[in-house]
């Protein structure tokens, strides 16, 4: 089964950045749509951004649109998540997710069959 694995979470203060990185145990992320998802404490998991393969697009959460970039490098089989002025209520749990196909659904946690154990980003005011 397929595994995503996340890492470059961390503490910082408000204004602050900080880049998630992503890869596929055992696998290459080539053709598959990988996503970005958080989730807060006693909050339902949300979508924060994607990048669609066979499509070649990204898309954002309106809350994170001008400050968070997605991107691939193909040579290092790593989706990142760039995350610059950073703010409080970015605080959460930032889970990687990866299917095979490029769902137009692509906000929706359940369009994807491949998650990571998610990493802490924490945002102090």
């Known amino acids: 089964q397929a595994l995503m694995v996340e890492s470059g979470g961390g503490s910082v203060q408000a204004g602050g950045s900080l880049r998630l990185s992503c890869v596929r145990s055992?696998?290459?992320?080539?053709?598959?749509?990988v996503a970005w998802f958080r989730q807060a404490p006693g909050k339902e998991r949300r979508f924060v951004a994607v990048?669609?393969?066979?499509?070649?697009?990204?898309y954002y959460a309106d809350s994170v649109k001008g400050r968070f970039t997605i991107s691939r490098d193909n040579a290092k089989n790593t989706v990142y998540l760039s995350m610059n002025s950073l703010k409080p209520e970015d605080t959460a749990v930032y889970y990687c997710?990866?299917?095979?196909?490029?769902?137009?659904?692509?906000?929706?946690?359940?369009?994807?069959?491949?998650w990571g154990q998610g990493t802490q980003v924490a945002v102090s005011s």
């Open positions: 990048t669609r393969w066979r499509r070649g697009d990204t």
């Open positions: 055992g696998g290459s992320l080539r053709g598959y749509a």
């Open positions: 997710a990866a299917d095979g196909l490029d769902t137009d659904n692509y906000y929706s946690p359940d369009e994807y069959h491949y």
